[in-house]
């Protein structure tokens, strides 16, 4: 699924970046967390979020969880942005855009869906 900024993202990957494999988002083990409203999620029910990525905060790394691990809170799943795009991309960009006086639009590494981003949700 291509996604803007992953909120809506409802595949079913359930590894983060590191292999680790994700808590269920309807257990408070190995890590307690607030996620507990099905409305932080494009499923149903915290039940059907299961163990997958999800970015339930918005966060702008994109998809995520809590992991399975006890000694790593939470991680990031490396879901695409958009078109083959990475969240890493994106940092490198902006970075970029930070340092040629925040020209995006003129931008040529920029592809439209990053431009769409910054427009619907920066």
Known sequence: METIIGKEYNGNKATTISRKSCQRWDSQYPHNHSF?????????SLFEANNYC?????????????????????????????????YRSLFLIINNINNNNNNLTNNT??????????TIYL
């Open 54 to 86: 999800r970015n339930p905060d918005g966060n702008i790394q994109g998809p995520w969880c809590f992991t399975s691990d006890p000694n790593v809170q939470w991680e990031t799943c490396g879901i695409d942005i958009c078109h083959g795009w990475s």
């Open 36 to 44: 507990t409203d099905p409305e932080y999620f494009p499923d149903t």
């Open 109 to 118: 590494d920029c592809p439209q869906c990053f431009i769409e981003y910054f």
